[in-house]
């Protein structure tokens, strides 16, 4: 399951994922509809999912600072808001990587992805590791 961070609604991002991601793709408002949802609320709304990985340009609030576990991942995108629509070609390339390719693998690790790297850390080990893109 890929859930999106609300920034990036009405961009055609998640059409753009479902067209080869074969599991479901929803925005973190699906999970909680209704309601505000504040940064701080998103690791307990992830932690009740199966295996979800939660996708976000919104790195500044996220690398290095959210409270990770082995029941989801969070992938940061180090891009402007203008290039959001990037995201895809991204992920589709970060997914291919050994450390990153099914869900089991994922789960427990934030990512900090760029055009020419991925760096991530895990629940359990909090140095960085960066591969190449």
Not at 21 to 37: E, K, M, Q, S
Not at 38 to 51: F, S, V
Not at 76 to 81: E, H, Q
Not at 106 to 117: A, C, E, S
Request: glycine share 4%; hydrophobic share 45%; proline share 5%.
């Amino acid at each position: 399951m890929l859930v999106l961070d609300e920034q990036l609604l009405g961009r055609d991002i998640d059409s753009a994922l479902a067209r080869w991601y074969r599991g479901p793709v929803l925005f973190i408002t699906d999970l909680r509809p209704g309601t505000v949802i504040k940064d701080d609320a998103i690791p307990l709304l992830l932690r009740q999912q199966h295996q979800a990985t939660f996708l976000t340009i919104n790195e500044s609030d996220f690398w290095r600072k959210v409270a990770i576990d082995a029941h989801f991942c969070v992938v940061c995108f180090a891009l402007p808001d203008s290039r959001a629509g990037e995201i895809p070609t991204l992920l589709r390339a970060v997914f291919r990587l050994a450390a990153f390719q099914s869900k089991a693998r994922r789960m427990g690790k934030v990512l900090r992805v760029t055009h020419t790297t991925v760096s991530y850390y895990t629940y359990r080990e909090h140095e960085t590791r960066t591969v190449p893109l």
